[in-house]
């Protein structure tokens, strides 16, 4: 359990981020949904560091006092990826022989609640935001995932690049048969 | 209970390689289904390691029956319905975790980490009516409940012949999991679940026997992973087989590595290696090369895994169109914590919702179970003839025997054991069934 925010905390945090920083990220993660969007993978790899990690942890539905909590690092998780893991994962995708991804899904990442925050390091940002993620496959099937990410966004060369994002998704049991996409 | 199958399958079908495609949309086969297989077969619940200390539990469904599985104070684990004998609410909401009791939310009975009704809400008043026997009134045990090296199983049918007769000589090749390495095994922490709108039957027959779609449909996931495609594992210098015993199947070759190597990790493969000889010391020389080959396998009737990848899971039914898949990663205890804990992402990458491989899998088993929505499509039964004559004697592998892993035999021995329970309400007859040769 992390410790409760007092309001006053998250307006002075709030008042700290300058508007055009805070307008950079929102261009950010928009775009960024656009390429996961469009299936635009190696672009969209590109925006990630080389020392980057990208946890989606499973989640477990556990009573309120269980210590051990919804998701650990010790437990499976979707994604416990390094970028050489999200390399091997897009070369799925991009393989002719992806039978299941033809014809294509029809994506549609809404990321929203956008929270900027100084990070730990004096190049990193902390950036909140929670998504929406449909995707429509064939003439009728469609899958809804919901969740909540913490990204670590680093200036390299100027550009915002993501050195590690953390997804939390809403749900325990998934209700959906994979995860074709990224969050 | 019904006594006769409302649709009996045909055997003689099956003999000529061909199912009939009703199994897998009948609303009525389905319910069938409920009462004679999940009501009656052994069916995996847990790990032992799940259930570390007295009062760990978790729960999972046998069918469409909720259970809660628990250590209790005496060391040893049971099994229970998840619902409230007073009004029926359940009793537990949560999947797993650690409990002192059960207490039910609606009227506050509450229960013991045995099942027995320890209290309630208002008590007195129970306290002063006349005939109320608390004693009577626990959560409905399972009829039995039973492990083999680590795994656990429950049936709710008292009549169901022992697990060491239900597994048989199966249990001969669970040991190639379970068994090569002195420490044992446990699940690596977690539990993913995920829900296929597919029959369950397709995706266990899958795990069972087939090998043929591996270089086909996971041909993406092969390129991703290994950089080029399957082998192509029909041939005839591949040394493969297909071997079942009371409908438990396992489809694999002799190749020693070849699905760990999927999962992109050297540490695995490695471990592989280093513990050859160990491997061989316990299983014997055929055994130790099942242990990460080219393989998979269903302990009848919904509990599969793959040797190499170590993904252990169940296809738990939710109608005869819908499935949730529970999966977990098995390790061996006393492997190091850098190899367990390549062995869990590894999985994961691999064989998960998420993973590379199976991401292609339920596409395929929806498109079957839901084709069968046609009525003249249902006329057409479908096609498990391949293997009708490798039926093989082996000096070292027990049960029937096929050779060539690129084989319907698993498939067809997994109906035929399924035919068995749906048509006959008693055990006679049902276990030990001989391929035809
Ligand atoms: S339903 Fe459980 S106490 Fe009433
Ligand atoms: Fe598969």
Redesign the interface.
């Known amino acids: 359990m992390t410790p409760a925010t007092t309001p006053a905390t998250v307006l002075e945090t709030a008042d700290r981020v300058d508007a055009g920083l805070y307008v950079e990220v929102l261009q950010f993660v928009a775009r960024e949904a656009r390429l996961l969007d469009e299936e635009r993978y190696p672009e969209w790899l590109a925006l990630f560091t080389e020392d980057a990690t990208y946890w989606v942890p499973g989640i477990e539905n556990r009573s309120r006092h269980d210590r051990s909590g919804t998701h650990a690092p010790e437990r499976m998780a979707y994604f416990d990826d390094t970028i050489a893991d999200l390399r091997h994962r897009v070369d799925r995708f991009t393989a002719p022989t992806a039978w299941a991804e033809d014809p294509a899904t029809r994506h549609l990442h809404v990321v929203s609640n956008v929270e900027v925050e100084a990070g730990e390091a004096p190049d990193e940002l902390t950036v909140r935001s929670v998504f929406v993620n449909h995707r429509g496959q064939g003439s009728t099937d469609s899958a809804v995932l919901y969740g909540r990410r913490t990204d670590r966004l680093r200036r390299v060369e100027g550009r915002l690049r993501i050195a590690a994002r953390k997804v939390v998704l809403s749900h325990a049991t998934l209700p959906a048969k994979n995860i074709n996409t990224f969050f | 209970m019904r006594t006769t199958a409302p649709m009996a399958l045909d055997l003689r079908m099956l003999d000529e390689g061909r199912l009939p495609r009703e199994i897998f949309w009948s609303e009525e086969v389905y319910r069938l289904e409920l009462e004679r297989v999940f009501a009656r077969a052994w069916v995996f619940v847990a790990h032992e390691s799940q259930l570390p200390k007295p009062g760990s539990f978790l729960t999972t469904r046998i069918g469409e029956d909720e259970v809660i599985v628990v250590r209790k104070r005496d060391g040893r684990v049971a099994a229970f319905l998840n619902s409230c004998p007073h009004r029926g609410n359940r009793v537990c909401?949560?999947?797993?975790?650690?409990a002192r009791g059960f207490v039910c939310n609606y009227h506050g009975w509450s229960f013991g980490l045995d099942g027995s009704l320890r209290g309630m809400h208002e008590s007195g008043a129970y306290d002063r009516e006349p005939g109320f026997d608390r004693s009577e009134l626990g959560l409905t045990p399972v009829a039995q409940l039973d492990g083999y090296k680590g795994l656990l199983f429950a049936t709710f049918d008292p009549d169901a012949p022992p697990l060491a007769e239900f597994l048989g000589d199966f249990r001969f090749y669970l040991d190639v999991m379970l068994d090569n390495d002195p420490g044992g095994t446990e699940f690596?922490?977690?539990?993913?679940?995920?829900?296929?709108?597919c029959n369950w039957k397709l995706a266990a027959e899958n795990f069972a026997g087939d090998a043929l779609h591996a270089g086909w449909?996971h041909?993406?996931?092969a390129?991703?992973?290994l950089g080029g495609p399957v082998a192509a594992l029909g041939d005839p210098s591949n040394e493969s087989y297909h071997v079942n015993v009371n409908g438990h199947c396992w489809e694999f070759n002799l190749d020693s590595v070849g699905n760990a190597a999927t999962i992109?990790d050297r540490r695995v493969v490695d471990y592989l290696r280093e513990h050859r000889s160990r491997f061989e010391e316990r299983l014997g020389p055929v055994r130790a090369r099942m242990v990460g080959s080219v393989s998979s396998a269903n302990v009848f009737p919904n509990f599969s895994f793959l040797p190499g990848q170590n993904t252990f899971r169940t296809w738990q039914p939710l109608g005869p169109h819908r499935t949730?898949l529970r999966?977990?990663?098995l390790v061996n205890r006393d492997a190091p914590q850098e190899v367990k804990d390549a062995w869990?992402?590894g999985?994961?990458?691999t064989f998960?919702?998420?993973g590379?491989f199976?991401?292609?899998d339920?596409?395929?088993w929806?498109g079957a179970t839901h084709s069968n929505r046609g009525v003249v499509t249902r006329r057409q039964p479908l096609h498990y003839g391949l293997g009708m004559e490798s039926r093989i004697d082996h000096p070292e592998l027990p049960g029937n025997v096929h050779r060539g892993q690129i084989n319907d035999a698993n498939q067809r021995a997994f109906y035929r054991q399924w035919a068995k329970m749906m048509n006959s309400a008693g055990w006679d007859g049902v276990l030990e069934t001989e391929d035809a040769r």
């Open positions: 909401s949560a999947e797993a975790g650690e690596a922490g977690g539990c993913i679940s995920s829900v296929l709108g449909t041909a993406s996931g390129e991703a992973m992109g949730e999966t977990w990663v869990k992402k999985a994961m990458l998960s919702p998420s590379v199976e991401m292609d339920g596409e395929n929806e």
